[in-house]
């Protein structure tokens, strides 16, 4: 029984930090696009989600991320969108 519990409550664990994973990813999707110039301004944004900035800071302190590490991760991000469109 004790092993029944252990392993639902790693399978809520593992599902937790998938969903902080895809709130993390779909961030960092946001801000290649406002980079990219396709995004949309925070005007036009869903007036009841927070600002792009604010939910990075919120999910780069839960991961407990510097913005330095973010930054890198960022610019490695773009360099490989732009190798693979140069590839193409």
Same mark, same amino acid.
């Given at each position: 029984m004790k092993n029944n519990r252990q392993a639902a409550s790693r399978q809520m664990d593992e599902r937790e930090k998938l969903r902080k994973f895809r709130e993390l990813d779909d961030a960092f999707a946001t801000a290649l696009q406002e980079l990219d110039g396709g995004g949309a301004s925070n005007e036009? +944004?869903?007036?009841?989600?927070?600002?792009?900035?604010?939910r990075l800071q919120a999910l780069m302190q839960e991961?407990?991320?510097?913005?330095?590490?973010? +930054?890198?991760?960022?610019?490695?991000i773009v360099e490989i969108g732009h190798a693979s469109r140069e590839a193409q």
């Open positions: 036009d +944004a869903a007036p009841q989600e927070p600002p792009f900035e604010e991961y407990n991320q510097s913005s330095q590490s973010v +930054a890198t991760l960022m610019r490695t």
